[in-house]
């Protein structure tokens, strides 16, 4: 009974002649949800699948010196301590970006979808500036829609529809996304997207994702920092990616949507003016008679 240990240091052998509930408390479950464990072992060597497979961290041969042990307990906390942290942070963008997505399902009109999208990511993703651009394309209404955090004084380049088009047509192509750690590093991407414009517009950082939808892109998104160089994580790019899904696919059904009511609109006032013309003839044509 009682809380976890942050950190459980097992003996092998006293390990055996523990009784089930104690072996229970202290070996790691099948699920991850214990505590990291470190096995010191009496000498046998101990099935490495099965370590991994329990979940356990690490395991030395005796004797071991408190010193070493001591080392490897503080590496393992903090290990797992950054682990959390981590996945904390993961869950918090994943919260944020359902957000985004729900506010994007939320309304037909892109304008609104446009400009939740763009607020939504920057704030998410500690961005200074987001800029949502769309090219000639049937599908999508054309779209140029800007956020910069306050107090800032850099922006992002608003790239020319020829180069959105190419940049989005490359990345789509591929299923990829474009991210520069560092602008002022010129080895780090030079695509000519990204070096040496956003440099000289003074952002530091950036990623580009496609904004498409079926076989084609119409646009992109391009999220970009002005204060420091950024790794940007798998996490966070597969997240972005998702919503720029999300807002691609909401674009095309808000599109369609509003031209059906347009169409519908103006089929009605056809129909108003048809049936006001009939009784007009109709009064005309009456009144000589």
């Not at 602008?183 to 030079?190: A, I, V």
């Not at 919503?243 to 691609?248: E, F, I, P, Q, Y």
């Not at 696919?249 to 519908?264: D, E, P, S, Y």
Request: hydrophobic share 45%; charged share 25%; with cysteine.
């Amino acid at each position: 009974e009682g809380p976890l240990p942050v950190l459980a240091v097992v003996d092998t052998a006293a390990l055996e002649a523990a009784g089930p509930d104690l072996r229970r408390w202290l070996l790691p479950a099948a699920d991850g949800s214990g505590p990291p464990v470190i096995l010191i072992s009496s000498g046998e060597l101990l099935d490495v699948e099965d370590m991994v497979r329990r979940g356990i961290t690490d395991f030395v041969l005796a004797p071991v010196s408190m010193d070493e042990l001591t080392y490897r307990a503080a590496l393992i906390r903090a290990e797992s301590l950054a682990v959390r942290r981590r996945r904390e942070v993961n869950a918090l963008l994943r919260g944020k970006t359902r957000v985004i997505s729900a506010a994007v399902r939320a309304t037909n009109d892109p304008h609104v979808m446009a400009d939740a999208v763009v607020s939504g990511l920057g704030d998410a993703f500690g961005a200074d500036h987001v800029l949502l651009t769309t090219f000639a394309d049937e599908r999508v209404p054309a779209l140029e829609n800007c956020w910069s955090r306050p107090g800032t004084s850099a922006q992002i380049p608003v790239p020319n529809p020829e180069q959105a088009g190419q940049v989005a047509r490359l990345l789509w192509g591929n299923g990829k996304m474009l991210a520069a750690r560092d602008h002022l590093d010129p080895d780090c991407d030079t695509h000519p997207i990204l070096y040496p414009a956003p440099r000289e517009a003074g952002l530091r950082t950036s990623v580009i994702v496609p904004l498409g939808h079926g076989d084609r892109p119409f646009g992109i998104i391009w999220l970009a920092g002005e204060y420091e160089e950024r790794v940007w994580t798998p996490t966070e790019l597969s997240l972005i990616q998702h919503v720029s899904g999300n807002l691609a696919h909401g674009l095309v059904q808000g599109h369609l949507i509003t031209a059906q009511r347009t169409v519908l609109a103006r089929q009605r006032e056809l129909d108003r003016e048809k049936t006001d013309f009939v009784a007009t003839i109709n009064h005309e044509l009456r009144t000589p008679l």
